[in-house]
């Protein structure tokens, strides 16, 4: 079953303001990576790892409002639990 979210194109000039941004944490960095890895690719889901930094990063209250949009974008597309 293929996923039908993408990163938008306002989500993902946030992703790439945050990637750019010398003062940003290595969570909001990994979460914006990879909200921009899947910009127009809806067979792309996010890792364990970067929905981790994603969930690390909207939790944080000093992450500006790029982070927190690119971050939103990669929970959005974390592939759900297999079944058992």
Do not use: F, Y
């Not at 944490?25 to 067979?43: R, T, V």
Request: glycine share 4%; no cysteine; hydrophobic share 25%.
């Amino acid at each position: 079953m293929t996923k039908k979210e993408v990163t938008s194109t306002p989500a993902a000039s946030s992703a790439s303001r945050t990637l750019s941004s010398p003062s940003t944490g290595k969570a909001s960095k990994s979460a914006a990576g990879s909200a921009l890895s899947q910009h127009n690719a809806p067979e792309k889901t996010t890792s364990s790892a970067a929905a981790t930094a994603a969930s690390k990063t909207l939790r944080d209250g000093r992450t500006s409002k790029d982070s927190k949009s690119a971050a939103g974008s990669a929970l959005t597309q974390k592939a759900p639990p297999k079944q058992k």
